[in-house]
């Protein structure tokens, strides 16, 4: 075994425990740092995984390009009927010809008809009687008095389509008609 002469590298201060021999000794809290890291990185992505499963689930929505309409409140028109003002009527249920009945119920009511047709959804729950301006509001809720458990909406939704009063059948009108 040789033995080297003493020098500086011998000699280490007390209370400082190196393992080798470039190895700096180790800062106070670093420990805690490190958990710090890893809790913000728990939380960050359990939130990250519970708004995918959310978004997945369609329990959180952030598509808001199709605006629903929004009944209004307020003073509500008496109901009347409009004689000069054609009204579609859609069937928003899997029940075949109900908006053709729906139209002869109308019409017998004075209410002219114009369009009898399927909607584009056939899981409607809920009657409405969409009117496209405010003075036809009064023309929506004479509608709404001759069919059972229809409700009256302010919508734009189908003026572009050139309707200005549209009935759109649900699942209640024909549970009402049927019995």
Known sequence: MQKFPRDRFDSI???MDRVGAHRAP????????????AALATVVLAGAGIAAVSVYNQRLNFDDAVPTPTATAGPT???T???DVNVAVLNGTTTSGLAARAGEALTAAGVPVGVTSNADRSDVEQTVVYYATADLEGAARGIAQTLP?????L?????LEGMQLVVVLGADYAEASAG
């Not at 180790?26 to 890291?37: D, M």
């Not at 458990?149 to 909406?153: D, P």
């Not at 919508?155 to 003026?159: G, M, V």
């Open 13 to 15: 201060p007390h209370g």
């Open 26 to 37: 180790e800062r106070r809290g670093r420990r805690w740092v490190a958990l710090g890291w």
């Open 77 to 79: 028109a008496e109901p």
């Open 81 to 83: 009927i409009a004689p």
């Open 149 to 153: 458990e229809a409700e009256v909406q």
């Open 155 to 159: 919508s734009e939704q189908f003026s």
